[in-house]
């Protein structure tokens, strides 16, 4: 029975039914299925099915965004009995759209599933100048910065922060993950970042290898 | 006047394949100004428009900077603008979209061109690029596409979301967007101007092919039809990002002129458009102009014109331009067009 609920949960996700996926999350509560259970079986499978299916055209943004948010939803539900269960974050995660751009959908999306995915977020918002991600990465110690732009134009400005945190003696503290539509991972290289995920199931995944954290978290 | 752009979107025959670089905030650069400071000058933008043809000699030239706000901004919706030094380009502001979502789309302001945001400013500089340089190139108003405009009205992810849970709005939303659109457009015909729609809002990076059909298409057809029949001969369709999936629909909005962006198929676009007999423009990937040799770019140009196998209506282009980049590439890649088409 609660077999076929995480089932339903992750099918749910992948349709967009985000009420629906609040109240299954808030059923398997009830009935006593451990939120770490929850968030593995149910939201990250769901979330995996996604990924796969926008990376071969059969979701685009709209129903990744509705897929999202349901995610939200159930993660809401999720946070306390995972605080109460005492769970560690797998590790802090800075995020931030680079200075010049003002695109934020992909880096949010992100941003989400490495939430659900059980690492801590400090998200610095859109239009971050290198210096405060400096300021950022001395304060909250992350163990990686995700840097994201959305224009050609603005996708320098990802070397430019790279520069600005090895400059600041900071580099070696951090890895450095890159990504948005413009970006690649020759262009990852070539500005020295440490990775590149085309999108934000496989970001998940690239920070679970930068920091040795098995597939099931 | 220069009949080689005319000749292409015609698909006809011409001296040489036409040079189209997308130069926006780039244009704030050939005056040493910010793009923050030059959009909201019209002394300032008319210079800087003067300066990109007397530099680059484009085969057309189009007057717009931070293309996608100017119409929302009139509409009501609040752009940041960069202090000081700041290149950045102006952009919709965080929580500056006009529409809330929750509202009825007929409390939306319908802009007046005349009046309202910088559709005045750009209109006179409009006017006064005419009245130097119409009889020797091509000059076109840029406007925003209808779902590109509809995502500046009530922000980008908050569209996308309404597209699945309130269609009807967004369709409302995107009807208003391409009347305002009209109007912005038929000013620029008034001038003798012609117009560029930009909508790579709705590229099939973000919204699928299904979604373009049943929220895009139709709005994009009206608004074309609109201007061809205000004097317009001719309305190229900017959407960025790999479009090949769409090409059917981009055909059928009636623009005579489409965008094949860096990353779609230049083939599929050859053999389709060849057989609409419909010109397309080809950009060359703009990532690395600011530190790229001279080169290096002819090379890549040059790779990019063997892709027009000497259809007519191949049109050289870039992505958009950054700020900053060194006169002598956007020359080697002029240059190198020019040789091509001299039986380089």
């Known amino acids: 029975m609660t077999m076929n609920e995480l089932d339903e949960l992750a099918q749910c996700l992948g349709q967009g039914q985000t009420k629906r996926v609040a109240d299954l999350t808030q059923q398997l509560l009830d009935k006593g299925v451990g939120p770490q259970r929850i968030l593995n079986e149910g939201l990250i499978a769901g979330m995996a099915v996604v990924g796969e299916k926008m990376r071969s055209g059969e979701m685009y943004l709209p129903e990744v965004l509705q897929a999202a948010s349901g995610m939200q939803a159930s993660l809401r539900l999720l946070k306390p009995y995972l605080v109460k269960e005492g769970a560690q974050p797998l590790g802090k995660i800075l995020l931030g759209t680079v200075k010049g751009d003002m695109h934020d959908i992909g880096k949010n999306l992100v941003g989400i599933m490495l939430q659900g995915a059980g690492f801590e977020i400090v998200d610095l918002g859109l239009n971050v100048p290198p210096q405060k991600f400096i300021e950022a990465i001395t304060d909250h110690t992350p163990a990686i910065v995700g840097l994201s732009a959305m224009l050609t134009t603005t996708m320098l400005n990802m070397k430019t922060t790279i520069d600005a945190i090895g400059a600041a003696g900071l580099r070696s503290q951090v890895k450095v993950i890159v990504g948005g539509a413009p970006v690649s991972q020759k262009f990852a290289e070539e500005i020295g970042a440490d990775g590149y995920a085309r999108d934000a199931v496989l970001a998940v995944d690239k920070v679970k290898q930068l920091l040795g954290v098995s597939a099931q978290g | ?344």
């Open chain 2, 1 to 344: 006047m220069n009949k080689r752009l005319e000749q292409a979107l015609n698909c006809e025959p011409s001296d040489r394949v036409p040079f189209l670089p997308a130069i926006y905030e780039h244009k704030a650069w050939f005056v040493g100004e910010t793009p923050s400071r030059v959009c909201r000058d019209v002394n300032l933008f008319t210079t800087a428009m003067f300066a990109e043809y007397e530099r680059v000699q484009p085969d057309a030239l189009t007057v717009g900077m931070d293309v996608y706000n100017v119409e929302a901004e009139a509409v009501g919706s609040k752009v940041l603008y960069y202090r000081g030094e700041d290149s950045s380009v102006p952009a919709l502001a965080p929580e500056g979209a006009v529409f809330r979502g929750s509202e009825d789309v007929a409390s939306l302001k319908m802009p007046d061109p005349k009046k309202d945001g910088r559709m005045p400013l750009n209109l006179e500089v409009a006017r006064n690029v005419v009245r130097v340089l119409g009889r020797e190139v091509p000059i076109r108003g840029a406007v925003s596409g209808p779902f590109s405009l509809a995502a500046h009205l009530v922000g980008p992810e908050h569209l996308f979301m309404l597209t699945v849970t309130h269609p009807r709005l967004v369709k409302d939303l995107v009807g208003f967007s391409a009347e305002a659109i009209k109007r912005y457009g038929e000013a620029f015909i008034d001038l003798g101007c012609g117009v560029v729609i930009f909508d790579s809002q709705a590229s099939p990076e973000l919204l699928s092919p299904q979604m373009y059909r049943e929220f895009v298409l139709q709005p994009t057809q009206n608004i074309i039809k609109y201007f061809q029949q205000a004097g317009a001969s001719h309305v190229p369709l900017i959407i960025g990002g790999n479009t090949t999936k769409i090409i059917d629909s981009y055909l059928e909005t009636g623009a005579n002129n489409i965008l094949c962006d860096a990353k779609a198929d230049s083939k599929e676009f050859l053999e389709k458009c060849s057989k609409a007999r419909r010109a397309f423009r080809r950009n060359l990937d703009s990532a690395n102009f600011l530190e790229a040799k001279p080169e290096e770019l002819r090379r890549r140009a040059s790779a990019m014109l063997q892709e027009s196998q000497g259809f007519a209506g191949f049109i050289a282009g870039t992505s958009v331009v950054p700020y900053g980049t060194p006169l002598a590439n956007l020359l080697a890649i002029r240059e190198t067009v020019q040789e091509y088409s001299r039986g380089g």
